[in-house]
């Protein structure tokens, strides 16, 4: 990227009410067929519309086009029964029905290829495209088959390295893959979890991303948070891996958060997707409290490595609020930027 600063979401973006229930995670679709196909596409372009609105320099789909971030993917697989469901517990939070894998998992035709490719047709700016991370894969599953966390995760490592290869054919310039669980099973991160995310990236030319946050703004996740005390140091586990990782970029929960943000000195030499719009409030924060989160973190990162983000998706949002908040990350990049071409 040649702006600095350049703005980017971390990926969820509300969707209108009339293709989906909205501020709902997993909300049903109010259209089928043709209608959805065509709905899904008008929503993508609306999707853009507004990034570009706002001035986000780095634009995505907003998810328009899938019901959630992980199980969409899933479901179009080989091997796993949506109708035979578990509850299972959630990055050890909270109990959810989730689909079981019941066979050898396989991609017998790509997922988000063709959503991609329109994407790419329908702007010049640079793309991010998001992907579930392995883990975070397994741990919205029920295993009946592999019995094993991580070879089920290596498996669908080669599947994700698979779409990831098509995607980036297809124009995509940057691909994210979201690990929320990195923040929950630490032992397994260093053991199998980063070299799964690597396996995934494997043989891409385009730059790679891993986004680690603490959940979208559900009763769930904000009372897990309450939990966790004055200081958040999961982050200290996880960076050092992914420092000497071969990903290129970590997305990462910044404002509002008790994240201490010494700890992005752990990824010196990455690119970081610092999260300075929280997602778990509807407050819309000012061109200066994005500036404020900016500038703390350019004590530990160089700004040509920091790109301004949101903490997560936004999809449990209205899309006014949604609007709101893009436009002050927006204005907030244009502040320090322009502070730091004066200086």
Same mark, same amino acid.
């Given at each position: ?72 993917? &899933?479901?179009? #697989?080989?091997?796993? *029964?949506?109708?035979?469901? @578990?509850?299972?517990? &959630? ?20 997922? !988000? ?11 010049? @700016? %640079? ?13 919205? #599953? ?12 290596? +498996? ?17 310039? &940057?691909?994210?893959?979201?690990? %929320?669980? !990195?923040?929950?099973? !630490?032992? *397994? ?16 030319? =385009? ?6 946050? $603490? ?26 891996? #992914? ?8 997305? #990462?929960? =910044? ?32 061109? +200066? ?12 990162? *160089?700004?040509?490595?920091? $790109?301004?983000?949101?903490? =997560? ?31």
């Amino acid at each position: 990227m040649t702006t600095l600063l350049p703005t980017s979401t971390a990926g969820s973006l509300p969707k209108p009410s009339w293709l989906a229930e909205p501020e709902t995670l997993w909300s049903p679709w109010r259209l089928d067929g043709e209608e959805l196909a065509d709905g899904k596409r008008d929503a993508l372009r609306l999707s853009l519309a507004e990034q570009q609105h706002a001035g986000i320099d780095i634009v995505g789909d907003g998810e328009q086009t899938r019901q959630h971030f992980v199980t969409t993917f &899933i479901e179009h #697989l080989d091997g796993v *029964d949506f109708q035979t469901r @578990q509850t299972v517990r &959630i990055r050890d939070r909270y109990d959810a029905s989730v689909p079981t894998v019941v066979g050898p998992v396989a991609r017998r035709q790509p997922v !988000f290829v063709t959503d991609a490719a329109f994407l790419r047709s329908q702007t010049d @700016q %640079p793309i991010k495209w998001a992907l579930p991370g392995p883990m975070t894969m397994i741990d919205t #599953l029920f295993d009946a088959h592999y019995s094993s966390r991580e070879e089920l995760a290596w +498996e669908f490592a080669g599947i994700l390295n698979q779409e990831a290869k098509e995607l980036e054919a297809a124009g995509v310039d &940057i691909i994210q893959f979201d690990e %929320p669980a !990195f923040n929950v099973f !630490f032992d *397994d991160v260093d053991d199998w979890g980063v070299g799964a995310l690597e396996r995934a990236t494997e043989g891409l030319s =385009c730059r790679t991303a891993v986004h680690i946050c $603490y959940g979208y703004g559900i009763k769930a996740n904000t009372d897990w948070k309450q939990t966790l005390g004055d200081e958040w140091r999961q982050y200290e586990r996880t960076f050092p891996k #992914l420092q000497s990782s071969s990903i290129d970029i970590v997305s #990462l929960e =910044c404002h509002n958060s008790h994240v201490p943000l010494e700890l992005i000195e752990l990824l010196r030499g990455k690119t970081v997707m610092v999260g300075a719009i929280d997602v778990a409030t509807t407050t819309v924060e000012t061109p +200066e409290d994005v500036a404020d989160t900016i500038r703390a973190a350019l004590q530990y990162v *160089d700004a040509e490595n920091l $790109y301004p983000s949101t903490n =997560c998706g936004m999809a449990p949002l209205t899309r006014r609020v949604a609007q709101g908040k893009l436009h002050a990350l927006s204005a907030g990049a244009a502040i320090v930027r322009s502070e730091l071409a004066g200086a």
